[in-house]
């Protein structure tokens, strides 16, 4: 039963134009919400987050929307950069998961995002 | 610098030869997990430790074994590895979640292979 699913495994885009990779959970526990971004060779590095009682977060480049009545998430990258080409990872928190405090993190499966020049 | 370590970073070996897969931090945190990544499935928990002597099962703990006799390290043991645990490993560390959820922070894998 995949919790968080990523249903595009790819995503290819022009340098300089939005970026937007999608995430769709069935969890209505989940209570936080994280992106993390893979380069070949190296461990997932956080990206941004957002908490289920906000519907946008946003850093620099990164903007996350959450739409908890469509239980989706997504993640705009404005202007993308080739240096985004990697792999992203959304994944949920389950506070009450786990069976301590921390909770219990699920990932999706991952996007490959190639930005071209 | 603060870091997750892990050793071998790449490893191939046969069915049946127990080996043993090293994680440090050295960011004092609590909380250590083990994950394996999969085509198609993403990353999954294997075990997860919130201190010294505590650990639990994560969604895939079976052929697998863990310890965490000191803060900053937390091994990954296969006793008997079998080709299905040809896979890519991560292990993660965060502290304390608080009010607000803490991101773990993850080593650089290991690539492991079973013939």
């Known amino acids: 039963d995949q919790q968080v699913k990523q249903n595009s495994p790819s995503l290819s885009v022009q340098e300089g134009r939005i970026s937007i990779l999608n995430c769709d959970y069935t969890?209505?526990?989940?209570?936080?919400f994280l992106w993390y971004k893979k380069y070949p060779a190296e461990g997932p590095t956080f990206l941004i987050s957002?908490?289920?009682?906000?519907d946008k977060n946003e850093d620099g480049r990164f903007t996350v929307f959450l739409n908890k009545s469509a239980k989706h998430l997504s993640l705009h990258i404005v202007p993308s950069q080739p240096g985004d080409s990697a792999v992203y990872f959304c994944?949920?928190?389950?506070?009450?998961?786990?069976?301590?405090?921390?909770?219990?993190?699920?990932f999706g499966q991952g996007t490959i995002l190639t930005v071209h020049p | 610098e603060a870091q997750v370590t892990q050793n071998p970073r790449y490893l191939i070996t046969v069915t049946g030869k127990k080996l043993t897969v090293t994680c440090s931090q050295n960011?004092?945190?609590?909380?250590m997990s083990w994950y394996r990544q999969d085509p198609g499935l993403g990353l999954r928990q294997i075990y997860y430790?919130?201190?010294?002597?505590?650990?639990d099962k994560g969604d895939v703990p079976e052929g697998y074994k863990v310890s965490r006799k000191e803060k900053r390290n937390f091994p990954l043991i296969l006793e008997s590895p079998s080709p299905n645990q040809t896979s890519l490993y991560f292990c993660?560390?965060?502290?304390?979640?608080?009010?607000?959820?803490?991101?773990?922070?993850f080593g650089p894998g290991t690539r492991l292979t079973v013939l």
């Open positions: 993660a560390s965060s502290f304390s979640p608080g009010v607000a959820y803490n991101e773990q922070f």
């Open positions: 969890n209505s526990m989940f209570d936080y």
């Open positions: 957002i908490s289920s009682i906000k």
């Open positions: 994944a949920a928190r389950n506070p009450n998961a786990g069976g301590t405090s921390y909770g219990k993190l699920t």
């Open positions: 960011m004092n945190h609590e909380y």
């Open positions: 430790s919130m201190n010294v002597e505590v650990t």
